[in-house]
């Protein structure tokens, strides 16, 4: 088996600095940000409703449609109760129709309530992240 020769020493980090002249140190300094953009930003983070209109909107439709909905499973929730006591003076067809437009909307209010609470979350995830990686 053959082994390795060992490594020569490493020099000291400061003398590979000047070895690589001062354009490398120039190119290793993190960037500097803009300070209108810094203050811009410390401002948003200690006054949320500082933000723009256009994102106080976007809260506002999320919100708006969460509302809808809800308010929309209420309704069913309403329309259920009166089925449940309508259903013993109704005949079987009737019963059987009743029951068919309950279920398509029950279903398609909670596929809807479930595309705005996902929508909702990703873009509240996203948002997290964002502050995270700053």
Known sequence: MTTLPPM???PPIDLA???AGPQ???AAKPPQADPASAHKFAALMNDPA???PQAA???DLAA???QSE????RGLDERMRAFTEAAPHMSVAEVTAANIRLTHDLTMATT???LVTTVTKKSNDSFNSLLKNQ
């Open 57 to 59: 909107a976007h809260h």
């Open 17 to 19: 600095a000047k070895a």
């Open 24 to 26: 490398a140190s120039e």
């Open 8 to 10: 020569p020493p490493m």
């Open 70 to 73: 809800q308010d929309s499973l």
């Open 50 to 52: 500082a933000a723009t």
């Open 64 to 66: 708006n449609a969460m």
């Open 112 to 114: 809807r309530l479930s």
